[in-house]
């Protein structure tokens, strides 16, 4: 970590709890909650903002001084829709079932409020290196969000993670399900998302009281 | 009739909001006073009107699989759906600077109070996702894309109507401080979500079978109903499936 000076590190490590882009900023949630019925989904989610919002992040801040303001979102929207192709082609080759489970939602990574949100807030007035720290940042952060309600959902949902049983079998009644366990159905609908996602408001601003609203 | 269908499907069933969560950023912090909700509801109703079927022309004459054959039969071949992302964004931020322009000279006082929520339009993903739904739903025809595109606005505007009225009031009740503001939000936006879930069963009747606008009543029993069902249903689903694995592993070994 000699590389990294302290605010560089206050950089990455900001948006995972106190400045997470989901919790606290409130951008970047449509994707959060539609795609997370299954962790593997989430994971690649989160690895796929991680790539474009780092690498947006650094080609925005290169070009912060010869973009006029007046065309600058026209820009940022030419920026990460090159980079959201580029992941969409790449799932299609490598994982073409999950890719299915994505579906849109992988387009509308350029939508993704969280990704505009810190060109805005960040890249057009920093440096590329900060810059590129910063995306790696607050991407850190959507996903742990991300895969915090995944897990949840997939694990009470359908007893599986990442496809695997981890709770028994449900047909042979092993594990858990001997005792008259059942999977909630109602975690693999999307509205659980929103609600597990309020609990973890909760959680979070009742352990840090400076975040509460009034 | 198609349209209807569509208009009423797209409004309650496969509501933006409620069904698959686009356009949460602009509606969660927009959603404090009706007014503003409704003024920016509207534009999103007008733009997502004009986008859709520009869309589905681009998509129809230039971007499918061989979309590109009026031009010419050698260009029949050409497949360029891998540009759709850029040109559907770019379609949509033409128009909503247009949007800007024209609600700018109309309306001023609107234009004051919608503030940088207006261009934020072009960034909504509500809009790219009603695009992008019309692509891979294969919508057939323009009239239809018009309904579609009709139909998702108003079911955001009356999600953001919905979640402003209530925002406004819950700020004179008791609710614990670490849930106040946001996180309250989500969780009646999810309580809401569950409530839509009951129109599924709008479309799927007979030909006599009413069109229930309002069983604001019924939900709660035909909600449950319909949650075991889906509980039901997807247990039967794994099962099958666990079973053929089953049988599959037993098959191997022997």
Known sequence: ?214 | MEHLELFFKSIFIDNMVFATFLGMCSYLAVSKKVTTAVGLGAAVIFVLAVTVPLNWLLDQYLLQPGALKWLGAEYADYDLSFLSFIMFIATIATMVQLVEIIVEKFSPSLYNSLGIFLPLIAVNCAILGGSLFMQSREIPTLGLSLTYGIGSGIGWFLAILTIAAIREKIRYSKVPDALRGLGITFIITGLMAIGFMSFGGMLTGGDEAPKKENPTVETVKEVNNEVNANEVKKAHVEQSKSTEIAGNTKEIKE
């Open chain 1, 1 to 214: 970590m000699g590389l990294l000076s302290k605010k560089d590190v206050a950089l990455i490590t900001d948006p995972l709890a106190d400045n997470n882009p989901i919790t606290i900023q409130v951008l970047g949630i449509c994707s959060a909650l539609a795609i997370t019925a299954e962790l593997k989904a989430s994971i690649v989610m989160a690895v796929s903002v991680l790539f474009v919002l780092g690498l947006g992040n650094v080609v925005i801040s290169l070009m912060r001084n010869i973009i006029p303001s007046k065309i600058r979102i026209i820009v940022q929207l030419i920026v990460v829709a090159a980079l959201v192709i580029i992941v969409d082609l790449v799932l299609k080759a490598f994982a073409y079932e999950l890719s299915k489970t994505l579906s849109v939602f992988v387009g509308l990574i350029i939508t993704n409020c969280n990704i505009m949100g810190r060109f805005e807030a960040f890249a057009l007035a920093n440096g590329p290196w900060k810059s590129f720290l910063d995306g790696i940042g607050n991407s850190l952060g959507y996903g742990v969000i991300l895969i915090i309600v995944g897990f949840f959902r997939e694990l009470l949902g359908s007893g599986t993670l990442l496809g695997f049983s981890v709770l028994g079998d449900p047909i042979e009644k092993t594990g858990l399900y001997s005792i008259g366990y059942e999977n909630n159905g109602f975690m693999l609908l999307s509205p659980m998302a929103l609600i597990i996602v309020g609990i973890i408001i909760w959680v979070q601003r009742s352990r840090n009281k400076t975040l509460i609203e009034d």
